[in-house]
């Protein structure tokens, strides 16, 4: 019996140490992950998004909203008129 306990315990163990082991790549992983993330998101912003120049007055912080707000109004009238498309080409093929 005694030999069965020790090789029991010996067993417990080293799956413990694995466990550990494994628990610690894994992090370390994740980590890495984490890094490699934050790094693509840093690049798509600095590929898709201009710096922003906030001017000192009111009155041209005001008209950058504007400008901003017909950007973005155009991309959603463009962003519509693709899935109407969509859905035509859809319907088309379909029926």
């Known amino acids: 019996m005694g030999d069965d306990e020790k090789r029991n315990r010996a067993i ?3 799956r413990q140490h694995l ?3 494994m628990l610690q790549i894994a992090a370390t992983e ?5 890094g490699r993330r934050e ?3 840093q690049n798509y912003l ?3 998004c201009p710096p922003l120049h906030i001017p000192g ?3 041209e912080v005001q008209e950058l909203c504007r400008q901003l707000h017909a950007k973005i109004d155009a991309a959603e009238e463009e962003k519509y ?10 319907k088309e093929v379909s029926g």
């Open 46 to 48: 600095s590929e898709h």
């Open 30 to 34: 994740l980590e890495k992950e984490e």
């Open 12 to 14: 417990t163990a080293r």
């Open 57 to 59: 007055s009111m009155a």
């Open 39 to 41: 790094s693509e998101k």
């Open 19 to 21: 466990k550990s082991v």
């Open 81 to 90: 008129d693709m899935e109407m498309r969509v859905q035509k080409s859809t």
